[in-house]
């Protein structure tokens, strides 16, 4: 498994609701990322709009191509569209590049 973390920006005037949309998520959403290899996966919000997301999977190009392949991904980024000036929220992901992990450093120096 690879973990996997990246930033977007939610537009600050639309905080409250990207939060609310978010409390209860469509079941057939989180279904398609779980059977897309989404694992493990949390959105956290800075209140400047930051968001940071991370999950575990074992291919993440393949885990995205998956979701874009869904009806139901591409009604859910229809909806959140509006809370990003980049458009398209699966679009925009900036992935960040991991440089420390604890466990694999404290494993590699034994």
Same mark, same amino acid.
């Given at each position: 498994?690879?973990?996997?973390?990246?930033?977007?920006?939610?537009?600050?005037?639309?905080?409250?609701?990207?939060?609310?949309?978010?409390?209860?998520?469509?079941?057939?959403?989180?279904?398609?990322?779980?059977?897309?290899?989404?694992?493990?996966?949390?959105?956290?919000?800075?209140?400047?709009? $930051?968001?940071?997301?991370?999950? $575990?999977?074992?291919?993440?190009?393949? *885990?995205? *191509?998956?979701?874009?392949?869904?009806?139901?991904? *591409?009604?859910?980024?229809?909806?959140? *569209?509006?809370?990003?000036?980049?458009?398209?929220?699966?679009?925009?992901?900036?992935? $960040?590049?991991?440089?420390?992990?604890?466990?694999?450093?404290?494993?590699?120096?034994?």
């Amino acid at each position: 498994m690879h973990r996997v973390c990246f930033t977007l920006q939610v537009r600050p005037d639309r905080l409250g609701e990207y939060r609310r949309r978010h409390a209860p998520v469509w079941r057939e959403m989180l279904e398609a990322l779980r059977d897309a290899g989404w694992h493990d996966y949390s959105l956290f919000l800075r209140e400047d709009g $930051l968001l940071v997301g991370t999950l $575990l999977t074992d291919d993440f190009a393949t *885990a995205r *191509a998956a979701m874009e392949a869904t009806e139901v991904n *591409a009604r859910w980024q229809a909806e959140m *569209a509006e809370f990003f000036d980049s458009g398209r929220p699966d679009h925009a992901m900036h992935v $960040l590049t991991e440089v420390f992990n604890l466990d694999r450093q404290l494993h590699h120096n034994r």
